[in-house]
């Protein structure tokens, strides 16, 4: 039996959703490329410490380090760590810290890409926006024109035809914002004459 199906197991997108893959996949590709050998390091090393296998090598070093300090005692009158373990402790706060810079290092570098991305999402929206307040004003112009439809003021779509001024709308957001965070004592009192 003969298919036509593909052996590709790809799927196929249509090519405006392939060309957002596309962008999307550069966009990271970049994001990688402009990576310094030493982050790429950092990333690789924050890769080792969050999988789970770390937990269970960091407490076999701890049970295998107290076993020998504690039977060395014993047996042998010596210790290289005599309880409560000072090195032990020294050697657990160096990792911590090393393993914390680690972190901080590799999440900037994701904080980065997440910052490009609300970048291209708030984009995207700006112009969708823009094309949607586009073809309400041509369905609008399109109502007027058209003979076989009832000629009748729509003032709600007039106003969704203008594309927002996206100054504009992030300065009436930050004037909300101000006014909902003010507390009692900041409100502003209302003109007129003071008392004597």
Known sequence: MVTDAPNDSRTEFPPHIEQTVQAIARLHQAHHERATSMERLVDRLTGLVARPAFIGVTAL???VWITAS???????GWSLDNPPFPWLQGAAELVAIVITTLIL????????????????TLELATMTEQKVAKLIALMEEQRRDSPQLADRVDTEAEQMSAPADPETVVEAIREKVGETNESPAQTVKPKGRTPK
């Open 61 to 63: 070093v701890v049970v």
């Open 70 to 76: 504690l039977a060395l005692r014993r047996y042998e």
């Open 105 to 120: 290092t590799s999440q900037r570098r994701k904080d980065e890409l997440s910052e490009l991305r609300e970048q291209l």
